[in-house]
C-alpha cells in the first residue's frame, strides 16, 4: 500500500479515514478540496486544479481523498489501493450536518485557510448537490471500484462506520506486526 484512492460521496468520510490512514501509514495525506477550493470558498478553474494534482499523482507514495473526477482515471491507474466509502444517504447528511454545526466559523483540516463551516446559500446548495448526485455519483464510484478490481488492485469497499473502524484497526494490527518483525 503506498498510493491509495479515497472516494465516497460528500459526507462518507473520506477525510477522516484518509487522516487515520495516514497516522497508521506515514504516507502523506492530499485532501482534494484544498485543490478545489481557494480562500473564501472561490472555486478554482479546472485547469488549475488538474495542473496542481498531476505531480501528486506521480509521486511514489500518497493517500488522496476526495473529487476532482476529471482526475480519476489517471489517479486510479496510479493507485495500488482504492477505497470505496459507501454508506447511506441518511449516515452523509446526518455528518455533513453535524460538522457545520460543531465547526462553525472555523476551518476543517481537509479545507484551505479561508473556508470556514458556515450556514448560508452554499450549504442549502451542498445538501441539495447531495440529494440530487446520490445515485449518478454512486454508480460512478461503483463503476470506479469495478475497474480497480478488474487491473487486479486491491479495492476495498466500507459501507459503515463499524466497517470502516475495523478496517483501521487491522491496519494497525499489520503495520504493527510488521514493525516488529
Known amino acids: 500500500m503506498k498510493r491509495v484512492m479515497v472516494i465516497g460521496a460528500p459526507g462518507s468520510g473520506k477525510s477522516t479515514l484518509a ?3 495516514g497516522a497508521v501509514t506515514g504516507l502523506p495525506v492530499i485532501h482534494i478540496d ?4 481557494m480562500s ?9 486544479k488538474i495542473a496542481m494534482i498531476r505531480p501528486i499523482e506521480e509521486g511514489q507514495e500518497w493517500i488522496i481523498e476526495g473529487g476532482l473526477s476529471a482526475t480519476f482515471p489517471t489517479r486510479l491507474e496510479r493507485a495500488d489501493t482504492l477505497i470505496w466509502l459507501d454508506v447511506p444517504i441518511g449516515l452523509r447528511f446526518w455528518r455533513v450536518v453535524k460538522r457545520t454545526v460543531v465547526g462553525y466559523g472555523r476551518n476543517r483540516p481537509d479545507l484551505p485557510d479561508g473556508c470556514p463551516e458556515i450556514i448560508g446559500w452554499h450549504t ?8 440530487r448526485t446520490r445515485r449518478r455519483n454512486r454508480a460512478r464510484m461503483q ?4 475497474t480497480a478490481r478488474a487491473e ?11 466497517a470502516t473502524d475495523a ?4 491496519l494497525c494490527l499489520e503495520h504493527q506486526s510488521n514493525s516488529e518483525a
Not at 152 to 162: D, E, F, Y
Open 167 to 170: 478496517y483501521v484497526r487491522g
Open 19 to 21: 487522516r487515520k490512514l
Open 34 to 37: 484544498h485543490i478545489h477550493w
Open 40 to 48: 473564501g470558498w472561490k472555486e478554482r478553474p479546472l485547469p488549475e
Open 143 to 146: 463503476a470506479h471500484f469495478a
Open 124 to 131: 442549502w446548495e451542498f445538501w441539495l448537490y447531495i440529494w
Open 152 to 162: 487486479g488492485k486491491t479495492a476495498i469497499r466500507l459501507t459503515s462506520r463499524r
